[in-house]
C-alpha cells in the first residue's frame, strides 16, 4: 500500500505538532470509539518477535485519580530537592502533570514473560520488549494527536502507587501514566523548551556517519 503525499505531510504534521500535555484540558468528553481507535494504533505497534507485550488500564475513576495524584505530589516534593537552588525555583514553577483536570487516563503495562520463555529476538538483547512496550506509547500519542486529544506522560511517581492504585501485579512492568483529553489549545513549543529549561538540540548534532563522532557534540 503507497503512501501519497498528502498522507506522507499529514504523518509528519501529527509528529511535530505532538506535545507532552500537562494543562489547558477541557472536560468535553472523549467517546469510546476514539478511545478504541487511539488503543487500536497502540496496539499496532512494532513488538519483538511479535510478542506484544503490552496491556493498558484505561482510568476514569475519580477515587483512583485522586490516589494517584496523592503519589505524584509525593514524589514531585522529593524529586525537585535533586536540582540545584536555581533549578528549583524553575521547577516550582512548572506544571508537571494533569492527572485530575484529564478526563482520562490510560497506564501502559508490559508482561515481559507473555509467549514464553525465549521470543525471538530477546535472546541477547532481553529489553526489547520494554521497548516495544514504548512503541505502543508513542503509537497512542501521535493517534491521540490526530484526533485533537492532548496526551501527558507521568513519570514523576512510584511504582508502587500504580501498583496499589490500578491493582498491577509485581511481575507486570509499568512503562507510562498518561493522562489524556481534549484541550483549549495545543502550544506552539514543547512547555519545557518555551519556560527555557533546555533548548531543543539540533538534529544535525545528533547524526553520525558511518562510526561515533564527537566533533558535533
Known sequence: MEI??????????????RRDVRSDFTKQEIKDDVIKRILTAAHHAPSVGFMQPWDFIVVTDIATKK???????????????????EQQQKYQQLKLEGILEAPLGICVTCDRSRN???????????????????CAVQNLWLAARAEN????????????ILRGA???????EIIAYLCI???TKFKEKPELESAGWLPR??????????KWSTENL
Open 181 to 183: 483529553g481534549y484541550v
Open 166 to 172: 490500578l491493582g498491577i501485579p509485581k511481575n507486570i
Open 67 to 85: 490516589k494517584i495524584k496523592a503519589g505524584f505530589e509525593q514524589s514531585n516534593a522529593a524529586s525537585k530537592k535533586m536540582f540545584s537552588e
Open 4 to 17: 501519497t503525499e498528502k498522507e506522507r505531510d499529514a504523518v509528519y504534521k501529527t509528529i511535530f505538532a
Open 116 to 134: 514464553g520463555p525465549v521470543v525471538l529476538g530477546k535472546t541477547i538483547k532481553e529489553e526489547m520488549d520494554l521497548y516495544s512496550a514504548v
Open 201 to 210: 538540540r539540533s538534529v544535525d548534532k545528533a547524526i553520525h556517519y558511518n
Open 149 to 160: 486529544l492532548g496526551v501527558g506522560w507521568v513519570s514523576i511517581i512510584e511504582d508502587d
